[in-house]
């Protein structure tokens, strides 16, 4: 069933958002922000996943305000009904190429219902863009990939950077340098990597697309198309002696901001690659000595955690994150954006994100772009910047840019 946008905005949905996948790790994370935010007071929202006993538990534990929707997304029905009754789904049940995540998306794309979930696997993000991006065009629905630390900060840093810069026209090169990225494992983090697995013994991923810049938008022939790496840096770049060290988040992050820059029509005039800083490793390994792994605070880090387990409780609040995106046109103007953010990236951090998505998805006024799917920046863009400027009353994340201009203009302007 496929509606178009203006049968979608003659219905009066049940809920304002549906957290899907509710009872894992970070879905409970996301569960519990989203019940203290004001936002929400007074709106209807539900928490769903595949257990009623779990999900009335965690509606037990979260009070009063929230309701549950039992479903399996193998039951079309079910799905179509829980899609139906809302604005807007946030999906934490991973990993998506295993979860029926495609069910889920699939029928919010027909229904004209707004979706974002935490998938990094770029395999399943590229078959959902093939299959799904004219769909939701039609519907009006956005499909919004990468809605948590992958890939939020690198895709909007990169919004704020080429945005600040002269409208001068020419090639820009773009790279974002991970500072800080202090955080833990998790049980979910090894299961998508083994789905990665599964999905190369199967034939899904071949090594074609394990390097190629624009998997997520494809047919695209950009200004890294020539470079051949998934992250943009230089064949052959490595870990060394350097102040610049891989990032093992920038494959992933890379090809979302890449669709960005196709959605935009900029994939020809700009490149775009992203590392990490030595300073980022440095930063973080003092932070796990300093601690004694956590045995100093009483909850060691579980470096071999099972599926639903995750960070100890004081690295989910004190990890944090930090990157600056520098634009640079061919005049030698730069744009500097620098987005950070306090909490485990992964979880602590990563749970708030994607419940601003959501929220921006189903409140707020946001770019009236025809829907498809997208990415934070070519779905939501500043709308959800500003959001994630105030959550928290501000502290939870900075989003700053700084525009140096060519010799002779003037002082930097922020």
């Known amino acids: 069933m496929l509606l178009d946008v203006a049968a979608r905005t003659s219905l009066q949905p049940k809920y304002d958002i549906v957290l899907y996948g509710a009872t894992g790790f970070t879905g409970q994370l996301v569960a519990a922000y989203l019940h203290s935010v004001q936002d929400l007071q007074g709106q209807k929202w539900a928490i769903a996943g595949r257990s009623p006993a779990k999900l009335a538990a965690l509606a037990t534990k979260l009070g009063a305000g929230v309701s549950s ?91 704020l950077a080429i945005d600040a810069l002269p409208g001068e026209g020419g090639p820009i090169q773009a790279r974002a340098v991970y500072t800080e990225y202090t955080g833990s494992f998790s049980g979910g983090t090894l299961n998508s990597g083994r789905a990665m697995s599964r999905a190369r013994n199967e034939g899904r991923v071949t090594a074609a697309m394990e390097t190629d810049p624009y998997l997520l938008a494809p047919g695209t022939t950009g200004a890294d198309s020539a470079v051949g790496t998934a992250d943009g840096m230089p064949a052959g770049f490595g870990w060394g002696l350097s102040r610049r060290q891989p990032f093992f988040m920038g494959p992933i992050n890379a090809r979302v901001v890449r669709r960005s820059l196709a959605l935009r029509g900029l994939a020809q005039q700009v490149s775009y690659s992203e590392c990490s800083s030595v ?78 998505v959501g929220l921006c998805l189903s409140l707020d006024a946001h770019p009236s772009a025809a829907g498809g799917v997208l990415t934070p920046w070519t779905g939501l863009g500043e709308a959800l910047a500003a959001r994630l400027r105030r959550a928290e009353g501000g502290a939870f994340m900075t989003l700053d840019v700084a525009r140096t201009p060519r010799a002779g203009d003037g002082a930097a302007v922020r």
């Open 69 to 159: 929707i039992a479903a399996e997304l193998t039951d079309a029905a079910a799905t179509a009904d829980l899609v139906s009754s809302t604005r807007a789904v946030i999906n934490c049940a991973g990993p998506f190429s295993q979860h029926h995540a495609e069910e889920l998306l699939g029928e919010c794309a027909r229904r004209g219902v707004h979706y974002s979930d935490l998938a990094g696997e770029g395999f399943w993000q590229a078959e959902m863009a093939t299959k799904f991006h004219q769909v939701a065009e039609r519907s009006g629905a956005k499909i919004v990939l990468g809605g948590g630390v992958d890939s939020i900060p690198s895709d909007l840093g990169c919004m």
């Open 279 to 356: 300073g980022l490793w440095l930063r973080l390994g003092w932070v796990y000595a300093s601690r004694g792994l956590g045995y100093f605070r009483g909850e060691p880090i579980n470096l071999s955690p099972r599926s639903g387990e995750g960070p100890p409780s004081w690295l989910l609040e004190e990890g944090a994150f930090a990157v600056e995106v520098t634009a640079t046109a061919a005049s030698g103007a730069q744009a500097v954006a620098t987005v950070a953010g306090k909490g485990d990236p992964g979880y602590g951090a990563t749970a708030k994100m994607l419940a601003e």
